[in-house]
């Protein structure tokens, strides 16, 4: 224990970073030794605040309680929170496996753009971060199959960003028929799930101005409908301005009785999935 706590802190020490993830439960080593990962958390945190004039280390791990999550993240692997959580959360997952595997490769069996993209989408509505696995060759390098992935994941990103980094969740964290679904469990592999136009996720800016309605399917009518924004709903907004990330030209928007219905254009913006930015009213 001693051998593997300087290790650790050496670590810390050389290499400065702001996350640590353990693949353990609470803290390292807690059912043997208690303090050991107290020590470590406190060495952590504290070194932290030296090197950046404030605290911005994040450390990671599984199986807190709510007490426990005030000075941890907690990690849940390969899954899904039910719904918003009120601390911060984060899923690690793999495109393939853990480690590098030449017949997922050869078989074409990773998880794709179109799998990772809505669950990224799903786990930011409800406070979430997602830590993506990409397994490496024994050269270290990337196959081409995952770097094809990589590169539709980013060019999304580059277009419904907005939507995604330094965001905050919402009064829900989206609606339709995916929402009442059970949450996502331990699968290697893809284990693809259809989405459609009623499926939506939010997301809203920091400063709370700007509400993101993540859309995981264009619609064939080139219509959608935001019953969570609809007059008199619990979670209605007063509404100055619609617009779709992506897309230089007006689209025309109605708020009533039934939701914000959005004439989208004919053009799609983006593959897997687009984000309507609803700009509020003071």
Request: contains cysteine; hydrophobic residues 35%.
């Amino acid at each position: 224990m001693t051998k593997y706590y300087n290790r650790v802190i050496q670590l810390w020490d050389d290499y400065k970073p702001d996350q640590i993830y353990f693949d353990d439960f609470v803290l390292p080593l807690y059912e043997i030794d208690s303090t050991l990962g107290l020590k470590m958390a406190a060495h952590f945190y504290n070194t932290n605040t030296k090197w950046n004039g404030r605290n911005e280390a994040v450390m990671n791990t599984k199986m807190l309680n709510e007490e426990q999550r005030d000075a941890i993240m907690l990690d849940i692997e390969k899954s899904n929170a039910p719904d918003i959580l009120p601390d911060a959360w984060q899923t690690d997952e793999c495109i393939g496996t853990w480690h590098y595997n030449r017949q997922m490769y050869y078989q074409h069996k990773y998880k794709q753009a179109a799998e990772i993209i809505p669950m990224l989408v799903d786990i930011v509505s409800k406070n979430g971060n997602l830590m993506l696995n990409l397994p490496l060759r024994g050269d270290g390098t990337l196959d081409s199959d995952e770097i094809k992935i990589i590169k539709e994941i980013g060019a999304w990103l580059k277009i419904n960003g907005e939507a995604i980094y330094a965001t905050r969740p919402w009064k829900v964290s989206g609606e339709g028929p995916s929402t009442k679904k059970a949450p996502r469990h331990q699968t290697f592999g893809s284990s693809y799930t259809e989405y459609s136009s009623e499926d939506i996720r939010f997301t809203r800016s920091k400063d709370n101005k700007t509400l993101f309605a993540i859309v995981l399917a264009w619609p064939e009518d080139g219509r959608i409908n935001i019953k969570s924004l609809a007059k008199g709903a619990p979670t209605a907004e007063k509404i100055k301005d619609v617009s779709l990330i992506g897309y230089e030209g007006k689209i025309n928007w109605k708020l009533g009785d039934k939701g914000l219905q959005v004439n989208l254009p004919n053009k799609l913006v983006s593959e897997h999935g687009f984000a309507i930015k609803i700009h509020k009213k003071p």
